[in-house]
């Protein structure tokens, strides 16, 4: 199974702030990369697919990049609505494994 | 809009069966391909299976293959997860998801519903 690895697994950040993160796989995944949003209590919310491509409705201050093992997650302006906890999953080969989670907390 | 709304979770003992439900509207649900994946209590998120649009395709995490059998029923806008010899580490809220291909297969998830296998 392909492992991902995500750093940091907590942050404190500020509105406003520029915030990355980061999402390693073990093997190289070429741009088969999602991002999610997921909220206490609530369904995950997709992000981006295919490594960089903004899902539709999602606003434009989120952004992914990336390619083979090492893709970030960058978030350029931090509002109060981005508090969460954010996954990347692996959509290269069965089983599609996610990273642990970063939390991502108001300062 | 798009709407995918789990059934049928609840309390059960090791060893029992339950089987999920899920309801989708708000699209052509024979267009796409359904998953399952699951979140124990405090914990991250699990893929558990997915399913072609004509359901001619299945795969399975190693932890449920053999115990979970996905379907689905395209002319009731359905996705189902049979669940066997359920085990204590199964507890968790399952979610349904919507995906447009292969790779892209959590686009809209529903609001859950939590199994809890306890004696």
């Known amino acids: 199974d392909i492992q991902m690895t995500q750093s940091p697994s907590s942050l404190s950040a500020s509105v406003g702030d520029r915030v990355t993160i980061t999402c390693r796989a073990s093997?190289?995944?070429?741009?088969?990369l999602n991002w999610y949003q997921q909220k206490p209590g609530k369904a995950p919310k997709f992000l981006i697919y295919?490594?960089?491509s903004l899902q539709s409705g999602v606003p434009s201050r989120f952004s992914g990049s990336g390619s083979g093992t090492d893709f970030t997650l960058t978030i350029s302006s931090l509002q109060p609505e981005d508090f969460a906890t954010y996954y990347c999953?692996?959509?290269?080969?069965?089983?599609?494994?996610f990273g642990q989670g970063t939390k991502l907390e108001i300062k | 809009q798009v709407q995918l709304v789990e059934s049928g979770g609840g309390l059960v003992k090791p060893g029992g069966s339950l089987r999920l439900s899920c309801a989708a509207s708000?699209?052509?649900?024979?267009?796409?391909?359904m998953s399952w994946f699951r979140q124990a209590p405090g914990k991250g998120l699990e893929w558990l299976s997915y399913?072609?649009?004509?359901?001619?395709?299945?795969y399975y995490a190693d932890a449920v293959k053999g115990r979970f059998t996905i379907s689905r029923d395209n002319a009731r806008n359905s996705l189902y997860l049979q669940m066997n010899s359920l085990r204590a580490e199964d507890t968790a809220v399952y979610y349904c998801?919507?995906?447009?291909?292969?790779?892209?297969?959590?686009?809209?998830w529903g609001q859950g519903t939590l199994v809890t296998v306890s004696s």
């Open positions: 998801a919507r995906g447009v291909t292969v790779t892209r297969l959590g686009d809209y």
């Open positions: 708000g699209f052509t649900f024979s267009d796409y391909y």
């Open positions: 399913i072609s649009s004509s359901g001619s395709t299945k």
């Open positions: 093997q190289s995944i070429s741009s088969y």
């Open positions: 295919a490594g960089s």
């Open positions: 999953q692996q959509s290269y080969n069965t089983p599609y494994t």
